[in-house]
């Protein structure tokens, strides 16, 4: 399974991203998936999941009212929504995708990790 994100960038608070997760050698619509994010000198934390079909979510604190997480499973791709970007949203961003069909805030839970994107968030 390859995971491609993409959408990060630069953007001064209060601005938005769309960041974007696509996904080849798997068919993505039987699994749940993820973001995560890891901001310099800090572990990676959990920033959102959904379910296989969509009909669950989950968010961290921190993000939540902020960031939306959807999934297209035809296009086999997940999208994290970021409205309202704060300074200490600043980090980079990791889809992944979850060996279960639920939604799961752990690590472990997950197999395939992509790249991840870099986003700034300017004050």
């Known amino acids: 399974v390859q995971l491609q994100a993409s959408g990060g960038g630069l953007v001064q608070a209060g601005g938005s991203l769309r960041l974007s997760c696509a996904a080849s050698g798997r068919t993505l619509s039987s699994y749940g998936m993820g973001w995560f994010r890891q901001a310099p000198g800090k572990e990676r934390e959990f920033v959102a999941a959904i379910s296989s079909i969509g009909g669950s979510t989950y968010y961290a604190d921190s993000v939540k009212g902020r960031f939306t997480i959807s999934r297209d499973n035809a296009k086999n791709t997940v999208y994290l929504q970021m409205n309202s970007l704060k300074p200490e949203d600043t980090a980079v961003y990791f889809c992944?995708?979850?060996?279960?069909?639920?939604?799961?805030?752990?690590?472990?839970?997950?197999?395939?990790w992509g790249q991840g994107t870099q986003v700034t968030v300017s004050s």
């Open positions: 992944a995708v979850a060996r279960g069909s639920y939604v799961y805030r752990s690590r472990l839970q997950y197999d395939y």
